[in-house]
T-cell receptor, first 111, second 112 residues
Framework: EADIYQTPRYLVIGTGKKITLECSQT?????MYWYQQDPGMELHLIHY???????EKGDLSSESTVSRIRTEHFPLTLESARPSHTSQYLC??????????FGPGTRLTVT | GENVEQHPSTLSVQEGDSAVIKCTYS??????FPWYKQELGKGPQLIID?????GEKKDQRIAVTLNKTAKHFSLHITETQPEDSAVYFC???????????FGRGTSLIVHP
């Protein structure tokens, strides 16, 4: 089983609040990713990182930001949550160009 | 970028039947072809993968076949069981990239 963790698992928050979704992995992987999964199942890449101090935006435009100060930690922040941010957020990591290891996800609801 | 199509979007079978999901890709430089399974409330998990120098790979009831000429690969599940019910994703990746392109997913329902 993959050693990649996400907290919180569920979050209900009001509009305008700042939130940070946590993602940590203990496998020493350089590559980390954030996906947004819509109710129709499709996975959309919103951010990725190739290593410490490296972050890039993915295919889907997102109002969130990320940071990579430590190899094992890749948090995602929303400065001002809106109902349109309601979704499932999945964090993943990989080594070289092989399989991605996914965390269990954070289900975010913005009211 | 890579264009990926996955079919069908929903597949309903009786326990014991076989299930086949097909993934078509556009980038001829793709060389890694994984299938992920996502159970309810969990993140996707790799169940089988194949590389471009191999045509078929089997792991018990699961197999993946690759046709590089036609640019498609398929997931085969034999003797399906209710615990196979999940969403399945293909995610081909080009040799020059760390970023896979995920298909839109197939919801497999196995009826007891």
């Amino acid at each position: 089983e993959a050693d990649i963790y996400q907290t919180p698992r569920y979050l209900v928050i009001g509009t305008g609040k700042k939130i940070t979704l946590e993602c940590s992995q203990t496998m020493g992987h350089d590559k980390m990713y954030w996906y947004q999964q819509d109710p129709g199942m499709e996975l959309h890449l919103i951010h990725y990182s190739y290593g410490v101090n490296s972050t890039e935006k993915g295919d889907l435009s997102s109002e969130s930001t990320v940071s990579r100060i430590r190899t094992e930690h890749f948090p995602l922040t929303l400065e001002s949550a809106r109902p349109s941010h309601t979704s499932q957020y999945l964090c993943a990591s990989s080594e070289f160009r092989d399989e991605q290891y996914f965390g269990p996800g954070t289900r975010l609801t913005v009211t | 970028g890579e264009n990926v199509e996955q079919h069908p979007s929903t597949l309903s079978v009786q326990e014991g039947d076989s299930a086949v999901i097909k993934c078509t890709y556009s980038d001829s430089a793709s060389n890694y072809f994984p299938w992920y399974k996502q159970e309810l409330g969990k993140g996707p998990q790799l169940i089988i993968d194949i590389r471009s120098n191999v045509g078929e790979k089997k792991d018990q009831r699961i197999a993946v076949t690759l046709n590089k000429t036609a640019k498609h690969f398929s997931l085969h599940i034999t003797e399906t069981q209710p615990e196979d019910s999940a969403v399945y994703f293909c995610a081909p990746r080009s040799g020059g990239s760390y970023i896979p392109t995920f298909g839109r997913g197939t919801s497999l329902i196995v009826h007891p």
